[in-house]
């Protein structure tokens, strides 16, 4: 079993800047793509970014040049800096881990961190 803890959520205002970490313990084995997506309201859950063990990322086209993702492979956990927010920013956050412990791969979501931006 793999836990996963998000945290960084909150309100912020139009042009402002939060930071998201998701923290990855249990049965990790070996961490392959760690990364985030977003749900809106009314709305699909779509790609914010992933990021390879390697550091290879994929950015969604809505965050990209806004948004930065990083790694730390020791503590198991990603970051998500997120600049220039803008109100269709807001959707609830989730990390997303995808890995292999001994023979078995695992594909983990969080509970999700909610991110609001709003004058």
């Known amino acids: 079993q793999v836990q996963l803890v998000e945290s960084g959520g909150g309100l912020v205002q139009p042009g402002g800047s939060l930071r998201l970490s998701c923290a990855a313990s249990g049965s990790i084995g070996r961490v392959y793509v760690m990364g985030w997506h977003r749900q809106a309201p009314g709305n699909q859950r779509e790609l914010v970014v992933v990021?390879?063990?390697?550091?290879?990322?994929n950015y969604g086209e809505s965050v990209r040049g806004r948004f930065t993702i990083s790694r730390d492979n020791a503590k198991n956990t990603v970051y998500l800096q997120m600049n220039s927010l803008k109100p269709e920013d807001t959707a609830v956050y989730y990390c997303?881990?995808?890995?292999?412990?001994?023979?078995?791969?695992?594909?983990?979501w969080g509970q999700g961190t909610q991110v609001t931006v709003s004058s």
């Open positions: 997303n881990v995808v890995g292999m412990s001994g023979a078995r791969s695992y594909d983990y």
């Open positions: 990021i390879t063990s390697g550091g290879i990322t």
